[in-house]
């Protein structure tokens, strides 16, 4: 009899102790209920502000571990932003470190995203993949952010999608990154913007949020490709317990509202990311 219950208290330890491992790993974004976007540097006051959020986006190259600390102090999460498939020319000291393997070229030639001053980067380059690894550790693991926000992602989609054998090489040459990211900090929570088709079939076990920028209600509901994606994430998801982040810069209500009715944490900035 006596072994009999030190059986069953062992084996009830055990469940304990998965419990405890089941939670202590889950979601990190799962109490996130409102979030701000911000890539300028920051004032005192902002620093202050930014407490009263549950999740801040910011430019970690304008930040110390020290105004980062401030910002957590209350709770909220902060993560980094990191351009994960272009190179930023204003971003000297990243932008130099890259090597010509590292530019994706097509007929020879860079792509230029005059918009933004930044270049198409090739996932599939072992020196791009540890130089973005390197950053990761400098920006976001030094100065005690939670996450980083891995921008241009939906690149891969946009540009590829029509040429199944490149984007095949780029999607996998971004599991091998995200791969090295997850080994080498596994304590690093990740949100992917864009890329619903790379999310699906290639990146939704590595991240813990999926943001859709552009989600403004009339573009949404008048949308067959919209509502179909509206679809999928919802599968993701549950498959995978992602939170969905949604920004709107138009129709600020009705966008709130069509993002609540489907569990989405929403954000509505009419102006730009600069602004405070």
């Keep these: 009899m006596y072994i009999q219950k030190k059986g069953i208290l ?18 990190p974004l799962k109490n996130v209920n409102s979030y701000k976007i911000y890539y300028d540097p920051p004032t005192a006051a902002i620093i202050e502000e930014m407490q009263n959020y549950d999740l801040i986006l910011i ?5 110390s571990a020290e105004d980062v600390k401030k910002i957590k102090k209350s709770g909220t999460l902060v993560y980094g932003y990191i351009n994960a498939m272009e190179a930023d020319r204003w971003n000297t000291d990243l932008f130099d470190r890259m090597e010509d393997r590292d530019f994706f070229e097509q007929n020879g030639k860079r792509i230029y995203y005059e918009q933004w001053d930044s270049y198409l980067m090739d996932m599939t380059s072992d020196h791009y993949r540890q130089t973005l690894t390197d950053e990761v550790e400098r920006q976001i693991l030094s100065k005690g952010l939670d996450g980083a926000f891995l921008d241009t992602v939906g690149n891969i989609d946009n540009e590829f999608l029509s040429e199944p054998q490149t984007w095949d090489e780029q999607t996998d040459g971004l599991v091998k990154w995200l791969s090295t990211l997850k080994s080498s900090f596994p304590d690093l929570s990740l949100i992917q913007n864009w890329g619903f088709t790379t999310l699906e079939q290639k990146t939704s076990s590595y991240v813990d949020g999926f943001m859709w920028e552009g989600f403004d209600y009339s573009s949404i509901v008048q949308d067959d490709w919209s509502l179909e994606n509206l679809q999928r994430l919802k599968e993701i998801r549950k498959k995978h317990d992602l939170q969905v982040f949604t920004v709107s810069t138009m129709e600020e209500r009705k966008s709130a509202k069509l993002a609540s009715s489907h569990r989405f944490v929403h954000y509505h900035n009419s102006s730009t990311y600069n602004d405070w």
């Design 10 to 27: 062992l084996l009830l330890l055990m469940v304990v102790i998965s419990l405890m491992f089941f939670f202590s790993s889950s979601q």
């Design 59 to 63: 430019e970690p190259v304008f930040y």
